[in-house]
């Protein structure tokens, strides 16, 4: 079974400002993936950024960071240089891929972020 | 542009009524997937298919059905037996097989209000 733990319910930031959103994860299969997504107050998903468990080099996408400590079972995102526009809610989420369960996704609780002028 | 659509966007539907929600995929994905969203929460999966003619029950099932009859389209019931229907849906869809990492892409919601 997986487990993702997001623990920051809420988090404000100051507009040009960097930020960190905490994920933790729980699993027993050794090759998974680890995902971001953003969900505006519009509702839609946005993927943001992947890192593949074997994947030695943190990923990155723009101002997204993806900063993965396995022996800690920990995989948070970064946001660089704040923008009002990054206002929204941040799932973490994983999946396995390469068993009968490959592409099914498990999310965490998610974590409001406020950027604030 | 590929893809996914839901519809309806927003949806009333009476107590003890059956309805379906639509979700269609042009990314030639192989798996699509069904999931439930109440407010100020996190997703929860109700049902997902990794290939035609199959599907699997995720997490919150019961109340709901599914089918999956071609590849690009897997519709999703809530049915009477749905105790607290009212909720915003989302479908997705996603690669399974090959490299990557198999993220998923998502449609804009359906919000269900049960009157």
């Known amino acids: 079974a997986q487990k993702i733990t997001q623990t920051q319910p809420g988090m404000f930031v100051q507009e040009k400002e960097a930020v960190t959103l905490d994920c933790t994860y729980d699993?027993?299969?050794?090759?998974?993936?680890l995902f971001w997504y953003k969900q505006p107050s519009s509702g839609e998903m946005i993927f943001l950024i992947y890192?593949?468990?074997?994947?030695?080099q943190n990923a990155t996408e723009g101002r997204y960071s993806l900063n993965f400590q396995k022996a800690r079972k920990s995989a948070n995102l970064v946001i660089s240089a704040s923008q009002l526009g990054d206002s929204a809610m941040y799932f973490c989420?994983?999946?396995?891929?390469?068993?009968?369960?490959?592409?099914?996704?498990?999310f965490g609780d998610g974590t409001t972020l406020t950027v604030k002028p | 542009d590929g893809g996914i659509t839901q519809s309806p966007k927003y949806l009333f539907r009476k107590e003890g009524q059956n309805v379906t929600l639509s979700c269609e995929q042009n990314?030639?994905?192989?798996?699509m997937y069904w999931y439930r969203q109440d407010p100020g929460q996190g997703l929860r999966l109700i049902y997902y298919?990794?290939?035609?003619?199959?599907?699997q029950k995720g997490d919150i099932a019961e109340g709901y059905s599914v089918s999956r009859e071609k590849k690009e389209s897997f519709p999703l019931t809530v049915t009477s037996a749905q105790k607290n229907p009212t909720a915003f849906y989302l479908c997705?869809?996603?690669?399974?097989f090959g490299a990557g990492g198999h993220e998923q892409f998502f449609g804009p919601g359906t919000r269900l209000t049960v009157l």
């Open positions: 890192q593949g468990s074997y994947d030695e």
């Open positions: 989420a994983m999946s396995p891929l390469i068993n009968t369960n490959a592409g099914k996704s498990t």
């Open positions: 990314l030639n994905h192989d798996a």
């Open positions: 997705a869809s996603s690669m399974v």
């Open positions: 699993t027993s299969d050794q090759s998974y993936g």
């Open positions: 298919s990794q290939i035609v003619n199959d599907f």
